[in-house]
């Protein structure tokens, strides 16, 4: 059992880890096109109708994601606590908790023995 909660937790890791740096990256490459849309932009328009234009389109496309997060309802997973069926409780988390409360008390013993 604390195999497979350690597989998970692993794998967990990785996709918190991989989605960060894909999100740190996209951000990044998101500055630079629009460092070089304002260039061009500015060149061509001037820099009031640059700063005008490339608001517009963050607005429209923070808009259009608001509009879209609204219209998503609740899905299949996203339950409330008062949705969930009462179900008995399971059998395999007893032997979990008990060494949680074990690491918890060895833990504050072993505090108040550095303290004291």
Known sequence: ????????????GRRAALGTCASLSILVGLGFLT?????YLSQ????????????????GIGLILLG????????????????????EPNAAAAPLVEAFLYGLKAGSQASRARTG
């Open 1 to 12: 059992m604390l195999r497979s909660l350690k597989d998970a937790s692993a794998r967990v």
């Open 35 to 39: 460092t070089a849309l304002w260039i």
């Open 44 to 59: 061509v328009l001037g820099t009031l109708h640059a700063a005008g234009l490339i608001g517009l389109i963050y607005l």
């Open 68 to 87: 879209v997060l609204s219209a998503s309802g609740k899905t299949q997973g996203e339950r409330t606590i008062a949705e969930t069926p009462q179900t």
